[in-house]
């Protein structure tokens, strides 16, 4: 009997407790392609709702590794695993990799619990704006540049000309409304495990160590061993992986004219590429 009952497979073996693990990696955008796919909403939401679809599991953990990004992809992300661990009825253990900054936080603060190696990367609750500047390039190199608005405020923040003081003050106004719902997000997840900390909202960041003792993560550890601390050493750990193509891609969605589009979606993956090289670097990554 005891033979037969290893064949079954674990969701149907009342001795063994299966967890499904999503892992949520890579800069936080909006879009993607064939070539490179980027950590947002539509690339997350199926890995979700199939983990979460799991009736017998008594938990969902997600493995989170991100230097942030696109703040509304990260909060999008964040209430769909609020919503689906509220309709499911099931508790969310994040697991914290590398890093969880910026919006990578955001995300975490989805969780339950929050499970940081002692070495991660964690908070940066901030928003940020960052660009280059070519006053005078266009003059050196010879070219007219011509710029049509109808609404006087269209060009603003124009790279191709001197930085304007009101420009920078609206910019200043947008990033703070963006940071007061990033704050009140933390604020309302982590509630009293948050310390008082004159730098908490700076955006500044430390080690998982160190988060632990803010209350930004509720325990230092990995997921195969907390997760066997939890549910037993007969925890099965069930990877909820992204559905492949015929040449074993990752399929957000349908393609078409793949031919008139791979030139631009090469181009484009490497735009986000850089992109997302600038994020990383902000943590020594």
Not at 95 to 108: H, L, N, P, T
Not at 133 to 151: P, Q, S
Not at 233 to 249: E, S, T, W
Request: with cysteine; hydrophobic share 45%; aromatic share 8%.
């Amino acid at each position: 009997m005891a033979s037969l009952k290893s064949l079954l497979p674990a969701r149907f073996r009342k001795d063994m407790t299966v967890i499904p693990v999503v892992r949520l990696s890579g800069a936080i955008m909006a879009g993607g392609n064939q070539f490179r796919q980027n950590l947002n909403l539509a690339t997350a939401a199926p890995l979700l709702a199939r983990a979460f679809a799991d009736k017998q599991a008594p938990a969902v953990a997600i493995m989170i590794n991100s230097p942030g990004g696109s703040p509304v992809q990260s909060r999008l992300i964040y209430k769909r695993i609020r919503d689906l661990a509220e309709e499911k009825d099931k508790k969310v253990l994040m697991f914290v990799e590398d890093v969880a900054a910026s919006g990578g936080y955001m995300i975490a603060c989805a969780g339950d619990e929050i499970i940081a190696d002692p070495s991660s990367v964690v908070g940066s609750i901030g928003v940020i704006s960052a660009g280059f500047g070519f006053t005078g390039l266009i003059d050196k190199i010879g070219v007219e540049r011509r710029v049509y608005t109808a609404g006087e405020n269209k060009s603003l923040l124009d790279p191709f000309k001197p930085e304007n003081p009101e420009d920078i003050a609206y910019l200043k106004e947008l990033q703070l409304d963006i940071h007061k719902v990033f704050i009140d997000l933390v604020k309302d997840s982590r509630g009293a495990r948050l310390k008082d900390d004159p730098d908490m909202f700076t955006g500044r960041f430390w080690t998982g160590q160190r988060g632990k003792e803010l209350g930004l993560v509720d325990d230092l550890g990995d997921l195969r061993a907390t997760l066997r601390a939890r549910y037993g050493d007969k925890v099965k750990m069930r990877l909820i992986a992204p559905q492949r193509g015929l040449f074993g891609r990752k399929v957000p969605g349908v393609a078409t004219g793949f031919a008139a589009n791979a030139l631009a979606g090469v181009a484009e993956a490497g735009l986000n590429a850089i992109d997302e090289r600038a994020l990383w670097s902000r943590y020594g990554l």
